[in-house]
Nanobody
Framework: QVQLVQSGGGLVQAGGSLRLSCAAS????????MGWYRQAPGKQRDMVASITSGGSTNYVDSVKGRFTISRGNAKNMVYLQMNSLEAEDTAVYYCHLNQGWRDYWGQGTQVTVSS
């Protein structure tokens, strides 16, 4: 079984920074895609950023230049550094792993940006 455990998040003022972490355990393939999604109240869950096992990254336009996704050396860790946070970034953030055509999700963590 695959398990994703998130940490980080919380309350920050607009313009501040937060860092999210996610640790994957279990049967992790050498080839996969990890990433972060977010879901604001009353809205669908949308992709924020993703990174392949080879290090290729992808970001939604609204976070480009502000957020940075990265992997740990052990490849089972993924991080999201969020800078210049805006009120519109307020949401529950979910860690995501796609491998073998299956999706796995972390437990979610609240990020609240006060304006």
């Amino acid at each position: 079984q695959v398990q994703l455990v998130q940490s980080g998040g919380g309350l920050v003022q607009a313009g501040g920074s937060l860092r999210l972490s996610c640790a994957a355990s279990g049967s992790i393939f050498s080839s996969n895609v990890m990433g972060w999604y977010r879901q604001a109240p009353g809205k669908q869950r949308d992709m924020v950023a993703s990174i392949t096992s080879g290090g290729s990254t992808n970001y939604v336009d609204s976070v480009k230049g502000r957020f940075t996704i990265s992997r740990g050396n052990a490849k089972n860790m993924v991080y999201l550094q969020m800078n210049s946070l805006e009120a519109e970034d307020t949401a529950v953030y979910y860690c995501h792993l796609n491998q073998g055509w299956r999706d796995y999700w972390g437990q979610g963590t609240q990020v609240t940006v006060s304006s």
